[in-house]
């Protein structure tokens, strides 16, 4: 809510976030994906609801624009989108009375006590879906909120979790065993293909040069890699691509680049890169894509500390993938990529580069990394089958 008023773009549409939306008459499915990641997740899920519940509205709420822009260019008008209001107990009760969902369906750690009582209050089954809780987080509510987050999980009607791991923890924070089951992470059954004209858009403008990935990259961490670089730019015969995780930083990204003076096209431009150092990835629902043409895939959010982003799309790709110190969004899933042979952890930006300079060089490595990545996905597909086999018990046609 302080981030609404300090920033325009949160401010946006208020009414909605004030609860002050249109009476939805038709029967309402209630899924709530705080931002871009977790919308992108969620496709999966939600094109089966839309396919199996016809008779149903599909509402999608994000907390985030750029949530809210991902859902709109990907779905037109074939949801109803809304912004996800401020959790405050008149406000949440109005949106409710408006929406009369007949299932609320929660991604991932969106857990909001006065929205969750008044589901509850109503008789409206809640699920949190692909639920994950890192021992981070789970220490942080016990430290700080621990009445509250037991009283609010007992209140949810079933935490349908990624892992045994996220199960166990929502357990220790006061769930109810009988209500948490390990259903998988329907991040691996994410649909990854490529849209083929995006693909030639974008090899006409690479060329046939190789090309190392930064992906989702937040602040700072641009600064870090365009540093390093300029260190080892006469060793490393190859394009750097750096897409930042939110559009708002496209402009700051590219002075920063400019100003380090190196040769710097933008994708928005559809400008040839054959002589640039760094390609910055600025237009939008290309990553598929870029994971596709791509030699390296180094995933940001890594080298800050946000936690890491979705290692498992270039996965699919059976791409070489690099990840820094900081992924404690995906614990389990980078801890078993290394396990397996399957992708590469760094501690620095130096050590990044020491060993993108190495693999640019080993093919073979290259290879045997990216085909164990593709396996492990595979291997643990079925979360979104699962998923929407609990969510049935909860819906009449």
Not at 178 to 184: A, K, Q, S, Y
Not at 198 to 226: D, P, V, W, Y
Not at 238 to 257: G, N, T
């Amino acid at each position: 809510m302080i981030k609404g008023i300090k920033t325009p773009k949160f401010r946006q549409r208020i009414n909605e976030r004030l609860g002050l939306i249109v009476k939805i008459k038709t029967p309402t499915i209630w899924v709530h994906c705080v931002s871009m990641g977790e919308f992108k997740a969620a496709i999966v899920i939600i094109d089966q609801l839309i396919k199996q519940y016809p008779n149903h509205q599909l509402l999608i709420t994000t907390t985030t624009p750029t949530g809210s822009n991902a859902i709109i260019n990907h779905y037109q008008n074939k949801v109803l989108h809304l912004y996800f209001p401020y959790d405050l107990p008149l406000i949440v009760r109005r949106y409710i009375k408006k929406i009369n969902p007949k299932i609320c369906l929660l991604l991932e750690t969106e857990i909001w006590p006065n929205l969750i009582h008044e589901l509850n209050k109503n008789n409206i089954p809640i699920l949190l879906i692909n639920a994950r809780l890192s021992q981070q987080s789970k220490e942080k509510y016990q430290r700080f909120t621990s009445n509250l987050i037991k009283q609010t999980l007992k209140k949810l009607t079933l935490i349908a979790a990624q892992s045994q791991n996220s199960a166990n923890r929502f357990i220790e924070l006061g769930a109810k065993n009988n209500d948490v089951i390990m259903t998988g992470n329907i991040k691996f059954d994410q649909k990854t293909k490529p849209d083929i004209t995006i693909n030639n858009a974008l090899q006409a403008i690479i060329g046939r040069r190789k090309t190392i990935i930064f992906a989702s990259t937040h602040e700072n961490e641009e600064a870090q890699i365009i540093n390093e670089y300029l260190k080892h730019k006469n060793t490393i015969d190859a394009l750097l691509v750096i897409i930042p995780r939110h559009p708002e930083r496209f402009d700051v990204v590219y002075k920063l680049a400019k100003n380090s003076n190196l040769n710097v096209t933008r994708r928005s431009k559809n400008q040839l890169a054959q002589n640039a150092q760094i390609l910055l990835g600025d237009s939008m629902d290309e990553m598929m894509s870029y994971f596709d043409i791509a030699d390296i895939v180094f995933m940001g959010g890594s080298l800050s500390n946000t936690g890491g982003h979705n290692m498992l799309e270039p996965a699919a790709f059976a791409k070489t993938i690099i990840f820094g110190p900081n992924v404690f969004n995906f614990t389990e899933i980078s801890s078993d990529l290394l396990k397996q042979n399957a992708a590469i952890q760094i501690q620095n930006v130096s050590a990044l580069f020491e060993k993108i300079i190495v693999l640019l060089n080993d093919e073979k490595q290259c290879k045997t990394l990216g085909n164990n990545a593709q396996k492990y996905l595979y291997s643990k597909q079925g979360a979104v089958k699962n998923t929407l086999q609990l969510i049935k018990k909860f819906l009449t046609l």
